[in-house]
C-alpha cells in the first residue's frame, strides 16, 4: 500500500517547542511515531472514537478513562482507537495519574503499536493542538504548492508534445530520484540516475523486477525501495515506470508517477497516430523510389520530408516479428521503435508497413559504412522486440531503391523465421549462403519443377501414409547431420535400427543412394527450396 497521506509525523511533533517544554516520553508504540498526523483533538469523552478520524491525535488527561483496574475497559479504549486509526494519544500527568500510566493501557497500546506519549508538566492543551495544527496545515499547502507544480509541469510538457526522454527528466527533477522505464518483459528501457545514486541501481534489473508485484496502478516496493507505476491497462500493460524511493512515497511523489505515466500513454497514443499518417507519406515515397526513381518530384518530396537521396548511400532493410513474437513486437511498436532509433543516430529513414512487414530505406553519407549503420540501428530495435531484420546491398543511386528493397525481403524471406543461437543481427545475402542462392530465384517454376522432382515420391508416399513413416523429415534429419546417422535418428527420437529402415525405404523409392554425395547436395538443396516456396516438407 502506499500512503499518500500529507501531514506532521508524532516524531516531528515531538520536536515542536510547546511540545518539548512539556517533557515528552514516547511509553509505549514507539515503532507507530513515524505516522503522520491529520488533526489534533483534546477531549476526555471515553467514547472518544466515534469523533476521531485516521490520522487524528488524541490529546487527553485521562479523567474520563476507566479505572486503572479495569483492563479490559482500557483495552477496548486502545481497540477503538486502532479501529479508527488513531496517530496515537497524549496523555498530561497530574490530574489523573501523577507519574505513570496504568500498565494495562501501557501494554495495549505497546500490543498495537500505537505510540502512547506521557507529558511530565502540565501545558495548555489549546497551544499544542494549535502549533501541532499549524504545522499540519503548513505541510498540506506545501503539498498543495507541490500539487500545483507538478500539475503546471505535466501540463506544459503535454502542450509541448514532450519526448518520453523529456517527460522522464521531469520525473528526475521532481522526484529527486533514479528513474526507470521497463518493458513487458522487465528490461529496462530508459535510466535517468538520482543524485545519490552510486550506479547499482540497475543491478540485477530483471530478476529483482520480475518478483515486485503491485496491486492496483501503483504501489510502493519496500524491499527494492521502488514506487512502481503501470504503463498501459490492465490487461494491455507494456510496462512500468520505477522511481526509487526509499521511505513509503509521498502523495505529491506518486502523482509525479501518475502524471508522469499518463503523460508517456498521451505521448505513445500521439506517436502512433503520427507514425501512421508518417509511414503513409513514407510509402508513397518508397513506391515513387521504386517505380520512379529519375523524377524530380519524388526526389523533391523525399527532400522535403527530411530524406536526402542525392549523393547519398541508400539501404533497404526488412524488420519482421518473429513467430511466436510477444504482442510488443506488433507492427506499430516495432515501427515507433525504428523511427525513435534512426532519430537517435540521426540517420535518415523512410518507415513504412507492407503485408505486416516493416520495409525501411536507409540514407547514409558516402563517407560512411552503410552496413555498419544499418546494424546499429538494428541493434537498438532489437533490443525492445523479438524481431528478424535482413538488409539489401547498398545502392549508391536512387535507381538501385528497388533493388536493394527487393533484396531485403528476399533475404527475410530466405532466413529462418524462428531465432537461432548464431543468428547475426541483421541477416545479408552474403550470411544465407544456399537459401540466399535460392531466395534470388525466388518462385521460379525451374525450381518449382526441381523440387516436385526430387521429392515428389517422398511427398507422396508421406501423404498416403499418414504420419506412420514421415520419410521427408528422415531425409532431412539425414542432411543436417551428414556427419553422424545416430545424430539424426535421435533428432527425430528414433532408434538407429528404425532410422535405417526409413533410409532404406527412401533409396527405394526414389531408386538413389544416399550415400552418393551428388545425391545428397540434390535433396538438401530440394528441401531449402521446399521450405522457401512454402511447400509440403517437414
Not at 523486477?209 to 504503463?231: H, I
Not at 505515466?261 to 507514425?275: E, F, I, T, V
Not at 542432411?479 to 533409396?507: G, M
Request: include cysteine; charge should be negative.
Amino acid at each position: 500500500m502506499v500512503d499518500v497521506t500529507p501531514g506532521v509525523t508524532l516524531r516531528e511533533a515531538l520536536e515542536l517547542p510547546a511540545l518539548r517544554r512539556a517533557a515528552p516520553e514516547v511509553v509505549a508504540g514507539a515503532a507507530g511515531a513515524g505516522r503522520p498526523i491529520r488533526w489534533v483533538h483534546a477531549t476526555e469523552r471515553l467514547d472518544v472514537g466515534e469523533l476521531l478520524r485516521a490520522g487524528d491525535l488524541l490529546l487527553t488527561m485521562g479523567t474520563g478513562l476507566p479505572d486503572d483496574d479495569d483492563t479490559a475497559g482500557l483495552e477496548a479504549f486502545v481497540d477503538a482507537l486502532v479501529d479508527v486509526g488513531s496517530a496515537g494519544v497524549v496523555v498530561e500527568l497530574g490530574r489523573r495519574w501523577a507519574s505513570a500510566l496504568p500498565d494495562p493501557l501501557v501494554a495495549a497500546c505497546e500490543e498495537h503499536g500505537l505510540p502512547l506519549v506521557v507529558l511530565a508538566r502540565e501545558t495548555r492543551f489549546a497551544t499544542l493542538a494549535q502549533e501541532i495544527g499549524e504545522r499540519v496545515v503548513d505541510r498540506q499547502l506545501a503539498e498543495l504548492r507541490e500539487a500545483q507544480r507538478v500539475h503546471e509541469t505535466f501540463t506544459d510538457l503535454g502542450y509541448d508534445l514532450a519526448s518520453p526522454a523529456e517527460i522522464l527528466r521531469a520525473v528526475q527533477r521532481l522526484a529527486d530520484a533514479p528513474v526507470v522505464v521497463e518493458n513487458a518483459q522487465h528490461r529496462p528501457l530508459d535510466y535517468f540516475a538520482g543524485p545519490d545514486d552510486g550506479g547499482g541501481f540497475l543491478d540485477g534489473w530483471p530478476a529483482r523486477s520480475q518478483r515486485v508485484e503491485v496491486a492496483g496502478r501503483t504501489g510502493w516496493d519496500a524491499a527494492n525501495g521502488w514506487l512502481v507505476t503501470r504503463l498501459g491497462t490492465t490487461d494491455r500493460a507494456w510496462g512500468r515506470l520505477v522511481i526509487g524511493s526509499p521511505e513509503t512515497p509521498s502523495q505529491r511523489l506518486v502523482a509525479v508517477a501518475e502524471r508522469a505515466a499518463s503523460a508517456l500513454a498521451l505521448h505513445r497514443l500521439h506517436d502512433r497516430d503520427r507514425g501512421t499518417l508518417m509511414r503513409r507519406t513514407h510509402l508513397e515515397l518508397l513506391t515513387g523510389l521504386s517505380e520512379d526513381p529519375d523524377s524530380d518530384d519524388v526526389r523533391r518530396r523525399c527532400e522535403l520530408a527530411g530524406f536526402p537521396v542525392r549523393r547519398r548511400t541508400l539501404t533497404g532493410v526488412v524488420v519482421r516479428p518473429r513467430v511466436g513474437a510477444s504482442p510488443s513486437a506488433e507492427p506499430d511498436e516495432v515501427a515507433a521503435t525504428v523511427v525513435r532509433a534512426a532519430h537517435a543516430l540521426r540517420l535518415p529513414a523512410l518507415v513504412c508497413e507492407v503485408e505486416r512487414d516493416l520495409r525501411v530505406l536507409v540514407s547514409s553519407a558516402p563517407a560512411s559504412s552503410a552496413d555498419d549503420l544499418v546494424d546499429r540501428l538494428a541493434a537498438r530495435v532489437r533490443a525492445h522486440h523479438d524481431v528478424l531484420v535482413a538488409a539489401g546491398r547498398p545502392v549508391a543511386d536512387p535507381a538501385g531503391v528497388a533493388r536493394t528493397v527487393a533484396e531485403a525481403g528476399q533475404v527475410a524471406d530466405a532466413a529462418p523465421a524462428v531465432r537461432r543461437e548464431h543468428d547475426p543481427g541483421v541477416h545479408r545475402l552474403a550470411d544465407l549462403h544456399l537459401r540466399g542462392l535460392l531466395a534470388l530465384l525466388g518462385e521460379d517454376e525451374r525450381v518449382r519443377l526441381f523440387v516436385e522432382r526430387e521429392l515428389g515420391p517422398l511427398q507422396e508416399h508421406d501423404r498416403a501414409d499418414g504420419a506412420r513413416t514421415e520419410l521427408v523429415a528422415a531425409l532431412r534429419a539425414l542432411v543436417l547431420h551428414p556427419a553422424s546417422k545416430t545424430e539424426a535418428a535421435a533428432s527425430l527420437h528414433l532408434s538407429r535400427a528404425a532410422f535405417y529402415d526409413r533410409l532404406a525405404r527412401i533409396e527405394s523409392i526414389l531408386g538413389a543412394d544416399l550415400d552418393d554425395p551428388d545425391v545428397r547436395v540434390s535433396l538438401h538443396v530440394a528441401l531449402v527450396a521446399d521450405e522457401l516456396l512454402g511447400g509440403g516438407a517437414k
